[in-house]
């Protein structure tokens, strides 16, 4: 039995496959044949969704920039005029 080359899916599609494993209307099963998937990466990424659902009502958004320390750089600057 040949393998098939791995595939990588975006982010659309694990969402898409996600909400239609949570709705529950049909098996893990009817689901990965559906979607030519695994039933185990069905199920992954159904955990993966709901474990981050909490994020999405959180008050403070994410910020991906780290936060910059503006004094450590003014005294750098200092040391690199001297």
Known sequence: MARRPRRNHSGAFKA????????????????????????????QWKDQLLDGVSDVFEDKPKSKEPEIDITSLHAKIGQLTL
């Open 16 to 43: 898409k496959v996600a909400l239609a494993a949570l709705k529950g209307d049909k098996t893990m099963s009817e689901l990965a044949t559906q979607f030519d998937l695994h039933p185990n990466q069905i199920k």
